[in-house]
């Protein structure tokens, strides 16, 4: 049978989760990115730069993969990185910053050669592992129905739009629901177009100083915050998704792009978790074979968020804030639904499931690292403690 091409695959569907999975991806955390960088006393050349260099970065590995695998192999930015950075940047340059950007992103090179991350990962059982997505995910369904506190009318107007379209096509329900909210806010003078300006972004070389201080500092406090609380739910979602995808060569990819792209502010890239699940879910297409288009359109869309810069970043934050998580948690209904059903499915991992499951939705950070990797270090615990010399 002839392998089909990414045309006949292509579905209104799809498309629609890859611009969604854009959508939440990048206005739920660029103002954190620009933060990073004016931490470093980046210049708006500077902070265009950046953007230059992670829209490509994060599009190219996802449109690349995804394309030849035919699976939707998603990548992001490092959001906890660059909150991290944001923080612990005062006092170092942008050639420190570089500097430090590299040694992460050979951190992360060597961790997805040697396979050591993928081996650690599949010891960890598959109910955590759900728990450990489904935590991951349930903020945002639960930011979607608390932004009804600001913007009542538009939550009510997009739940009723989301549960008629899941009775009557359910295949594109998503579409329906962000065709009516685009509209309504349109019509409501809520999209603040002002701010979009036509240029395209130049990348500008920045020669890396490397330091001992810049590297215990900024270089292995990214990379560790980037392996727990990135690529460790992004594992998470592509095994809770059923996909078989060669995630050590995908971390190795998306670690040699950084190492390449770093000189130009692209600070760490890694497995998404969020917009994956959104490119991932049955939302996306019933047929999960296909459901890589919408990774390919994320990626197209990332690279076009890369050359045009300004222009894209200003066009995504003309949506309200409240369009956004809404959007993002009906998207991610069903995928959250299946992780708890998996999560909860054996008796002798639930609790120690729900207690993986709650830790990571606490949102806790501890010397600096997320919540998803605390949420599965307590859930091992709890079942290791369950399980012990038992029969």
């Known amino acids: 049978m002839p392998r089909s091409s990414f045309f006949t695959d292509f579905s209104l569907s799809a498309a629609t989760a890859g611009f969604v999975a854009t959508l939440v991806g990048f206005t739920s955390s660029v103002a954190i990115v ?15 730069s950046w ?3 992670l829209g490509l970065g994060m599009g190219l590995t996802t449109l690349l993969p995804s394309l030849w695998w035919r699976q939707p192999a998603i990548t992001a930015w490092s959001t906890p990185g660059a909150a991290l950075l ?5 006092g170092y340059t942008m050639a420190d910053a570089v500097g430090a950007f590299l040694v992460c992103a050979a951190l992360v090179t060597l961790a ?6 993928e081996r650690v990962m599949s010891r960890i059982p598959v109910a955590l592992a759900s728990a450990l997505l489904a935590g991951v995910l349930a903020r945002f369904g639960i930011e979607a129905f608390a932004a009804a506190r600001t913007a009542l009318p538009l939550i009510l107007l997009m739940l009723g739009g989301y549960l008629v379209g899941r009775r009557c096509w359910p295949r594109y329900a998503i579409v329906g629901v962000l065709a009516v909210a685009i509209g309504f806010v349109f019509l409501q003078g809520q999209l603040h177009t002002e701010a979009v300006s036509w240029s395209l972004a130049q990348p500008v070389f920045t020669a890396p100083r490397f330091s001992i201080a810049a590297t215990v500092s900024l270089a292995l406090p990214l990379f560790i915050v980037t392996m727990a609380s990135q690529n460790l739910p992004g594992v998470a979602a592509i095994r809770a998704a059923g996909y078989a995808m060669p995630v050590s060569r995908l971390i190795a990819i998306t670690g040699a792009a950084t190492l390449l792209l770093a000189p130009f502010g692209a600070f760490a890239m890694n497995l998404a978790a969020i917009t994956a699940a959104i490119c991932m879910g049955r939302e996306a297409h019933e047929d999960p074979a296909r459901r890589y288009v919408a990774a390919a359109v994320c990626g197209l869309l990332y690279c076009v968020i890369g050359v045009f810069g300004a222009a894209v970043t200003g066009v995504l934050t003309a949506f309200p804030r409240e369009l956004v998580v809404a959007i993002a948690g009906f998207a991610l209904l069903g995928t959250i639904a299946n992780a708890l059903a998996v999560a909860f499915r054996d008796d002798g991992h639930r609790e120690a499931a729900l207690i993986t499951f709650l830790v990571t939705l606490s949102g806790v950070t501890i010397a600096g690292i997320g919540a998803a990797f605390w949420g599965v270090v307590a859930g091992t615990i709890a079942l290791v403690v369950q399980q012990w010399r038992k029969t």
């Open 34 to 48: 620009f933060q990073a960088a004016q931490s470093f006393g980046a210049t708006p050349a500077e902070t265009s």
């Open 51 to 53: 953007m230059w260099a």
């Open 86 to 90: 944001a923080t612990a940047g005062a």
């Open 112 to 117: 997805g050669i040697t396979g050591w991350f």
